[in-house]
């Protein structure tokens, strides 16, 4: 398996994507409830993970060309 791969399946937790990316808890699940949020996965106990590939598209698309 290379890096790139490797790297593609990652999972975050909530509470790394929200230190990653600045920002609480609630709001993250507020971006979440308006389809902003990086997409994510939902475990069945019901807890969170976002495949580092995903979080990296979403910032790429976010990013503000100044």
Request: charged share 35%; net charge positive.
């Amino acid at each position: 398996m290379s890096a790139h791969s490797g790297n593609a399946r990652k999972m975050l937790t909530l509470p790394e994507v929200c230190d990653e990316l600045n920002v609480s808890r609630s709001t993250f699940y507020d971006w979440r409830q308006k389809h902003r949020a990086p997409r994510c996965i939902k475990l069945p106990n019901g807890d969170l993970r976002v495949r580092r590939s995903d979080l990296d598209k979403w910032l790429d698309a976010h990013e503000d060309a100044a």
